[in-house]
């Protein structure tokens, strides 16, 4: 899905788009958000050196949640009343399901952009706001299994870190997609 921007959005800042990346440079998720950091300023750099969007350059204001989900919403509500057109919040499930939950992106009527947790709870309902960049994790785990059968493989193991209700969760699904692919 793209983003569609309005004209007032376009107007809001007339020199140059700006974009906010609200996620945890430091904590334990430190280094895969440093690593997104690092491939969205490239690709800004890319785009900015090839004359931007429509003449005007994109800016990336990144801010650190620390991996700690009050901070994340505190960060977002202060992000969406910026110039800011969108947030990219590619990490951290954590805050993103705080920011999902207080409906901020609706009242805000701030785009975040970018997710990639795939848990189920934070890709439905279908949220206008939210737009994620792959496949939600169910999905991930049957075309694990849909590869791990057409191989062969008759055995399958599930190993997972948090909370019990999510890896039965997974398990369960794991289970019955070995079902349907034999």
């Known amino acids: 899905a793209g983003l569609g921007l309005t004209a007032s ?96 992106p609706e009242t805000q009527k701030f785009p975040i952009i970018g997710v990639i947790p795939g848990a189920e709870p934070l890709r439905t309902p279908l949220n206008p706001y939210v737009y994620h960049v792959r496949a939600g994790d169910l999905e991930q785990y049957r075309k694990l299994v849909d590869h791990a059968v057409t191989t062969g493989l008759s055995r399958i193991a599930v190993a997972y870190a948090g909370a019990e209700s999510s890896a039965a969760t997974v398990v369960s699904e794991v289970e019955e997609e070995a079902d349907l692919s034999r």
């Open 9 to 104: 959005m376009l107007a809001h800042s007339a020199g140059e788009f700006v974009i906010a990346q609200v996620a945890p440079f430091t904590g334990p998720v430190a280094a895969e958000a440093t690593e997104f950091n690092a491939g969205i300023r490239l690709a800004l750099k890319a785009a900015n050196a090839a004359g931007g969007i429509h003449g005007r350059q994109v800016v990336l204001r990144s801010l650190d949640d620390e991996y700690k989900p009050d901070k994340t919403v505190t960060l977002f509500n202060q992000v969406a009343a910026t110039e800011a057109l969108a947030a990219l919040m590619p990490v951290g499930s954590p805050g993103m399901t705080k920011v999902l939950k207080a409906q901020l």
